[in-house]
């Protein structure tokens, strides 16, 4: 098997027909220029020693050692053999909460970044465990399901943000029981469940949902996010500027509360543990350190190519072309005085 490992630099090659456009254009230029200067008989008593293959040559031999360098900088491999790897870890559904009231700053830069850069940290750290991500305010939607595919991951979990989830509130019971039937039954994993919220649960009886969630052997980590005392909730417009704050029928200000009791409740009830979130500290790492004393178990295999790389058949050629290149003259010699001629005839 083939591959380059950064086929990205490979769009430098669109760099090559600007390059042959700008030599033609630099040789056509010389040569007006010289006309309007000389007439062409008189060319070759004025430069005796020019030579248009020899710059033709040396332009071609810098051409192809860029093209060399760019396919070697991309790193062609080749694979060498291919191995089936046992995957083993731990299941784990983030529960992110995604409502208005996660935008309150008491937390910095604010309740859901905060959330999403522990998060984003968490995944990098993650070696063979698969994780997915439910989002909910008012109702709960998965983000993305179980994968080990943790760039992709990131890249599903840099476009979270309050607008994600349209129905407002904070729908925690309905969140867990979608990632309890989100979990792959079949396969004997242990699975965990971390939420990220304020603990403002405005349906059902979560701590039930919780000790069902206990029964199916899911343990159920909380971290709060906020502050007791409460915070106001900003309003930004389309562009993400502040406009003010989030106020009742009578135009008072809203505070957002953390609401502890609820959160410590759920994390009992399903054999978890319950982190205040806070400026300084990195809660959902305290989570992953819980979670690595989890017995880890086999959930499938997967097919593993090994590739080796090969740059270096490229990045030999075209150093030696670019030395060659610099001891090259541009003046005429032998080989190249009967070329010179005809040409100029």
Do not use: C
Request: charged fraction near 20%; proline fraction near 3%; hydrophobic fraction near 40%.
């Amino acid at each position: 098997m083939f591959r380059f490992a950064h086929i990205e630099y490979l769009n430098l090659l669109y760099l090559v027909p600007v390059l042959i456009l700008i030599f033609w254009y630099s040789h056509r230029r010389k040569n007006v220029l010289l006309n309007n200067f000389a007439n062409s008989r008189l060319h070759k008593l004025l430069l005796p020693l020019r030579s248009n293959l020899k710059g033709l040559v040396k332009f071609s031999m810098t051409l192809t050692a860029v093209i060399l360098l760019i396919f070697a900088i991309a790193n062609p491999q080749v694979g060498s053999k291919i191995e089936e790897v046992k995957q083993v870890g731990i299941d784990v559904y983030i529960l992110l909460d995604v409502s208005l009231s996660m935008q309150a700053q008491d937390i910095k830069p604010s309740r859901l970044e905060k959330a999403k850069h522990e998060i984003s940290k968490l995944i990098h750290k993650l070696r063979g465990d698969r994780i997915g991500l439910i989002v909910f305010s008012g109702e709960a939607f998965v983000q993305f399901p179980l994968t080990t595919d943790y760039s992709a991951a990131n890249l599903f979990l840099s476009a979270v943000d309050v607008s994600t989830v349209p129905q407002p509130g904070t729908a925690i019971g309905p969140a867990i029981r979608l990632a309890m039937n989100s979990f792959k039954k079949d396969e004997d994993t242990k699975k965990a469940i971390i939420i990220i919220t304020d603990g403002e649960n405005h349906q059902g009886d979560v701590v039930k949902i919780a000790e069902e969630a206990a029964n199916e052997g899911i343990s159920i980590f909380t971290i709060g996010l906020g502050s007791a005392t409460g915070a106001p909730i900003p309003i930004k417009n389309a562009s993400g500027q502040q406009i003010g704050y989030k106020k009742d029928r009578y135009n008072n200000v809203v505070l957002t509360k953390l609401d502890e009791n609820t959160l410590k409740e759920i994390a009992s009830a399903a054999n978890g543990k319950y982190y205040h979130g806070t400026n300084t500290e990195d809660e959902l790492n305290k989570v992953y350190n819980d979670l690595s004393k989890f017995e880890k178990t086999e959930y499938g295999a997967t097919r593993i190519t090994e590739y080796e790389d090969r740059f270096y058949y490229l990045l030999f050629p075209a150093v030696i072309l670019l030395i060659l290149e610099f001891f090259i003259s541009s003046n005429k010699n032998r080989l190249f005085i009967k070329f010179d001629e005809m040409n100029n005839h």
